[in-house]
């Protein structure tokens, strides 16, 4: 893995987070257009899982998910500051900080 491959990781995973943070606040959103129907028919008794019961379980893992990735991104940006910081010229540190930790463009 190059240097410049190293540092990117964090960019790649933040993107990936933000990707995941979508597809929860889409499955929240499907879980709030919950609709009910009315009618005076009796009702079968299913042992399946409903709708609304399968997304939140769903949300619930995808947030998970994310947890985990957030602490692999933190995990990971402390691993590049210590690498950036063995940089022995503090400009050079400042511009690697602002362009793999901030996600700065050059």
Same mark, same amino acid.
């Given at each position: ?52 019961? !399968?997304? +939140?379980?769903? $949300?619930?893992?995808? #947030? ?5 990735? %957030?602490?692999? &991104?933190?995990? /990971?940006?402390? !691993?590049? +500051?210590?690498? $950036?910081?063995?940089? #022995? ?5 400042? %511009?690697?900080? &602002?362009?793999? /930790? ?5």
């Amino acid at each position: 893995m190059t240097a410049k491959e190293y540092l990117s990781q964090a960019y790649r995973l933040d993107k990936r987070i933000d990707s995941k943070i979508e597809q929860l606040k889409s499955l929240n959103l499907l879980a709030t257009k919950c609709t009910s129907t009315l009618s005076d028919m009796p009702k079968s008794q299913s042992a399946g899982n409903s709708r609304l019961e !399968d997304t +939140v379980v769903k $949300i619930v893992d995808l #947030q998970e998910e994310i947890n985990r990735d %957030i602490d692999s &991104l933190v995990d /990971l940006k402390r !691993d590049i +500051v210590r690498t $950036i910081k063995s940089v #022995q010229n503090p400009e050079y540190q400042i %511009i690697l900080e &602002l362009r793999y /930790l901030c996600f700065k463009t050059w």
